[in-house]
């Protein structure tokens, strides 16, 4: 299983962005999405989940300007982010626990799965 996110880049303060990450391989179901954050000397903290029935959480820096989805049949999660500011600059990570089965051992196992990163950055 291999995430692949996209859609970072350079925006001035107050302006929007859309992540979008797309998971492939083989994926029997997809549990919790969600989307995280590491700014350089910082550890990596949540911005949003979202269940496998669409009940979304957001951290409470990013309530009510960033919205979390996903599609299930395209088996991917999109953040879109309004109102940026300065400090959300960092390498958003998209993630899912994905539910998958392994040819190799004939078993199925639910494992976790970070996207590459794709970089945030904030002009003042």
């Known amino acids: 299983v291999q995430l692949r996110a996209s859609g970072g880049g350079l925006v001035q303060d107050g302006g929007s962005l859309r992540l979008s990450c797309a998971a492939s391989g083989i994926i029997v179901s997809i549990n919790g999405m969600g989307w995280y954050r590491q700014a350089p000397g910082k550890q990596r903290e949540l911005d949003a989940t979202i269940t496998s029935g669409g009940i979304p959480n957001y951290a409470d820096s990013v309530k009510g300007r960033f919205t979390i989805s996903r599609d299930n049949a395209k088996r991917t999660v999109n953040l879109q982010m309004n109102s940026l500011k300065p400090e959300d600059a960092a390498v958003y990570y998209c993630?899912?626990?994905?539910?998958?089965?392994?040819?190799?051992?004939?078993?199925?196992?639910?494992?976790?799965?970070w996207g590459q990163g794709t970089q945030v950055t904030v002009s003042s």
């Open positions: 993630y899912m626990n994905v539910q998958t089965y392994r040819y190799d051992g004939g078993y199925y196992a639910t494992l976790d799965y």
